[in-house]
């Protein structure tokens, strides 16, 4: 295996060539801020939050799914950075309903902690106060579409990790809903084995189990490389 | 040394920010000597004054009310604060902007209702289509999210404005 050196935030380092920006700055306590991402499961770079700036380029690149380069200067929290970070989490609030105060992942939610470690305390953008549907119909767990930040982790656990898929995306665009089977109601679906994966890997509010009230809703999202590793060293 | 002049109002909010404000207990006896409450919920003046140095505005804006007053509240003061979700985000009281005025009134005073069912039209200000957030309608100066804010954050707020910083929260205070 081949080493690269490069630049992240002026630190000088070295990695594996196969390692992403994120990686390494993890490793290295350097804060990116994530939300698609999750350790465990395959990175789709859809979120757009763990954007950085590469000294030399106008392109920001998601950091979860870039490799290092041999060279490569990796700026992660330059002004612009953090306007465009701010912007995506007020584009999530302006497109979903998110009233912390009723919700059941109050104090135990990524975007809820996202919004307040980059400074979002209000909302520039106007709401679009759209009425999403929440699906009730499994015995156990419910999900609220209103919540729903289409990071994806619920599709990728289900389908990478418990090999059911039962969750997919539908539509394109202000549309685009996750879905169970061929969007029939959960609790009809032939393919979900109520396993509760993805309600854990879940990072908001959309995903939860019945049995929870306001702010009851904590989520473990640490099993899944635990999970890997016991299955890996088997 | 003169008392700076404070103001808090009440729109559309459940009260639980002025609970907040009142639970940071021994600090009110501080705050005694060195503001004056000249309009609030919780004292008597009927008028909101000439130029008030701070107003604290819990709740969102819902109706006609909410909505001339905060246009005359921004008027008379020097620094607006968005105290709470509801006047920082709409919070609660937004819940009913998927849904059609009419159809909210419908709901709350004739479909639930067995006896005598009536929609109040006397005394009560018209409900505006959309519940909105402070800052949508006059410029905010500092937000204070938080569902209620915490009294150990009002009290920071306070403090920071009493010593002529403008607070800085934006890390120190989340939503809900
Ligand atoms: S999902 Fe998170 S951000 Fe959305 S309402 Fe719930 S706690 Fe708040
Ligand atoms: S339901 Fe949860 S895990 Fe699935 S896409 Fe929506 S926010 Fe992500
Ligand atoms: S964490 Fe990289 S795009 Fe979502």
Redesign the pocket.
């Known amino acids: 295996m081949s080493f690269k050196t490069f630049k992240i935030d002026d630190m000088d380092l070295s990695a594996a060539e196969d390692d992403t920006i994120l990686q390494v700055a993890r490793e290295h306590d350097i804060f990116i801020p994530t939300l698609c991402f999750l350790e465990g499961l395959s990175p789709v770079g859809a979120c757009r939050l763990c954007l950085v700036e590469i000294k030399g380029s106008s392109k920001l690149v998601p950091a979860c799914v870039t490799q290092v380069q041999e060279g490569m200067e990796v700026l992660t929290n330059s002004e612009r950075l953090q306007k465009y970070r701010r912007m995506v989490i007020e584009m999530l609030f302006s497109e979903g309903n ?3 105060a009723v ?1 059941v ?2 104090g135990h ?1 990524d ?2 902690y996202l919004a307040q470690r980059l400074g979002v305390d209000h909302n520039e953008l106007p709401y679009l106060h759209q009425q999403k549907p929440v699906d009730a119909s499994h015995y156990r767990f419910a999900i609220d579409h209103n ?1 729903c930040v289409l990071c994806t982790r619920c599709v990728r656990v289900c389908d990478e990790i418990e090999g059911a898929h039962t969750w997919d995306v539908m539509s394109h665009g202000i549309d685009s809903q996750v879905i169970t089977d061929l969007m029939q109601p959960w609790g009809d679906s032939e393919t979900c084995t109520s396993c509760g994966k993805c309600i854990q890997v879940c990072p ?3 995903l939860f189990k019945k049995s929870k009230a306001v702010a009851e809703m904590v989520k473990e999202h640490e099993f899944l490389p635990y999970l890997k590793t016991m299955r890996e060293t088997k | 040394m003169s008392k700076a002049t404070f103001a808090t109002v009440w729109l559309d909010g459940c009260s639980g920010c002025h609970m907040s404000f009142l639970d940071i207990d021994e600090f009110l006896l501080d705050l005694a000597d060195k503001i004056e409450l000249v309009y609030s919920p919780l004292v008597d003046n009927k008028d909101f004054p000439e130029m008030v140095e701070v107003t604290l505005v819990e709740g969102a804006v819902s109706n006609a009310d909410d909505y001339e007053k905060i246009q005359y509240i921004r008027q008379h003061t020097r620094t607006l604060i968005s105290l709470g979700d509801c006047a920082v985000t709409g919070n609660v009281p937004s819940m009913r902007n998927p849904f059609f005025v009419d159809e909210v009134i419908d709901r709350a005073y004739n479909e639930n209702v067995t006896i005598n069912p009536q929609v109040p039209h006397i005394g009560v200000p018209e409900l505006r289509p959309w519940v909105v957030p402070v800052h949508t309608i006059v410029p905010v100066d500092v937000y204070v999210p938080g569902c209620p804010p915490s009294a150990a954050l009002i009290k920071h707020v306070l403090t920071e404005l009493l010593e002529g910083r403008k607070p800085d929260l934006s890390d120190i205070a989340r ?2």
């Open positions: 998110h009233i912390c919700c992942s109050n939610c975007l809820q919540r908001t509010g959309a | 939503f809900g």
